[in-house]
């Protein structure tokens, strides 16, 4: 995965609202894509895995080969699918498995060939953040960031007024990156297997 220092994100931010403080526009940034990873799906990760036991609980990513070989953080935001790809079926939580947090899932009885699909977001205090997210939706993250600058009380920077068009900017950007992600990826987002909860009224 080819990554990018947060910092390569701030020329543009400062388009946005001029902050003489970089850490705190960084951190900006990161909160920023923290958010509009998890609200849209965008970044997806597959972890194969020959077997898994009963009784074993599996980092999907935070504690997985992938932040070993990333100068960068990364964590699961949503579990998509746990596919046993040798029977050919979605495994059912709490039948199958317990997701136990964001990025944890216990297993209640062993499959082989097991497949997780999942959501990536960073972590808090990331120094690197996937390239796609800047070569993609950098103006997005971009605005995401600038709102919350611009919102920060007693500060030289601050304007309520334009963050709240930022703000827009940002969910516009949200809605543009879920969409793509369905129209992008259906199969992985739209299980077929999984069952779903019926509700009677």
């Given at each position: 995965m080819r990554e990018v220092p947060v910092s390569a994100f701030l020329p543009m931010l400062?388009?946005?609202v001029n902050v003489p403080l970089e850490p705190l526009m960084e951190s900006a940034?990161?909160?920023?894509?923290?958010?509009?990873?998890?609200?849209?799906?965008?970044?997806?990760h597959q972890r194969e895995m020959a077997h898994v036991y009963h009784g074993q609980t599996i980092s999907l990513l935070a504690k997985?080969?992938?932040?070993?070989?990333?100068?960068?953080?990364?964590?699961?935001?949503?579990?998509?699918?746990?596919?046993?790809?040798?029977?050919g079926v979605t495994l059912e939580s709490g039948k199958d498995y317990r997701q136990l947090?964001?990025?944890?899932v216990y297993f209640l009885n062993g499959?082989?060939?097991?497949?997780?699909?999942?959501v990536m977001e960073p972590l808090t205090g990331t120094s690197y953040l996937p390239a796609s997210l800047l070569d993609d939706w950098g103006?997005?993250?971009?605005?995401?960031a600038a709102k919350t600058l611009l919102l920060q009380p007693d500060k030289d920077w601050s304007d309520p007024s334009l963050a709240v068009y930022y703000e827009r900017e940002f969910k516009e950007a949200i809605r543009d990156a879920?969409?793509?992600?369905?129209?992008?990826?259906?199969?992985?987002?739209?299980?077929?297997?999984?069952?779903?909860?019926?509700?009677?009224?």
């Open positions: 400062r388009t946005m940034v990161v909160e920023a894509a923290i958010a509009f990873c998890r609200k849209s799906s965008v970044l997806l997985s080969g992938v932040n070993r070989r990333t100068r960068g953080l990364l964590k699961s935001s949503k579990l998509l699918s746990v596919t046993a790809m040798r029977d947090s964001l990025d944890e499959f082989d060939d097991v497949v997780i699909n999942c103006s997005g993250i971009c605005s995401g879920a969409r793509w992600r369905l129209e992008a990826s259906p199969n992985v987002m739209f299980t077929p297997n999984a069952r779903r909860k019926r509700e009677f009224f």
